[in-house]
């Protein structure tokens, strides 16, 4: 009975490399949130993906971070040339279904550190 | 703009007490109200929730009231126990097909 998983669970990144982030839904899941934790907040929403398409990333960063959720595999966050200011954790949610937005099972985080 | 935030950044009680935690919120079209309870270094687990047209819903030893006219949600759980010790947010599902919109947390401590 696997939950939502993410890979890795840590990740330590120089400034000026890249990040790539790892969502698997739950099984029978196939939209997928990301959210992003800054220390002692809340999160944030950062974009919805069902697979192959993206529905909404009104949070997302207008540069360096994109996200796909493939027909095979994977949700992928991929940062770009990562700063000290994404230092963050990033969890990845899925939904059965897009009528069920409430409904959310979270993974247990990446937690990202620009060094 | 909408957002959901709590009252309290801390929350310290006896084992075996009552915790109330409450959450005010500012969408008055909401559909869904939910409760999540955090552990350190772990990803938020779904406690509770509940409808806009519901005012209260019982769990297992946790209850959540909803308060339309003022805006307030509110936690409680009975006779809190040391594992019970997390962060708890609340989140509100503004419409189906978009995303949580998370408060601040409120960080419960237990004591025994």
């Known amino acids: 009975n696997a939950g939502v998983m993410q890979n890795p669970r840590h990740l330590v990144r120089r400034r000026g490399q890249e990040a790539r982030l790892r969502c698997s839904p739950m099984?029978?899941?196939?939209?997928v949130y990301w959210y992003r934790q800054l220390p002692e907040e809340g999160l944030k929403f950062m974009v919805y993906l069902q697979k192959e398409n993206i529905i909404d990333e009104s949070g997302m960063p207008k540069e360096r971070f994109s996200a796909e959720f493939p027909k095979e595999g994977p949700s992928i966050l991929r940062i770009q040339q990562v700063v000290r200011g994404d230092s963050a954790a990033y969890f990845c949610?899925?939904?059965?279904?897009?009528?069920?937005?409430?409904?959310?099972?979270f993974g247990p985080g990446t937690r990202l550190t620009v060094t | 703009g909408e957002s959901v935030g709590l009252h309290l950044p801390t929350l310290s009680v006896q084992e075996g007490d009552n915790s109330i935690i409450n959450c005010a919120y500012s969408?008055?079209?909401?559909?869904?109200f939910i409760w999540y309870k955090q552990e350190s270094g772990k990803g938020p687990q779904f406690i509770i929730d509940i409808r806009s047209n519901m005012d209260k819903r019982q769990g297992q030893r946790v209850t959540v009231l909803l308060n339309k006219t003022v805006k307030h949600l509110s936690l409680q759980i009975a006779a809190t126990q040391p594992g019970d010790s997390a962060v708890y947010f609340c989140?509100?599902?503004?419409?189906?097909?978009?995303?949580?919109?998370f408060g601040k947390g409120t960080t419960l401590s237990v004591s025994s």
């Open positions: 969408n008055s079209a909401s559909d869904y």
């Open positions: 989140a509100e599902n503004s419409k189906a097909g978009t995303a949580l919109i």
């Open positions: 949610a899925s939904s059965p279904r897009r009528d069920r937005s409430y409904e959310q099972y």
């Open positions: 099984k029978g899941h196939s939209h």
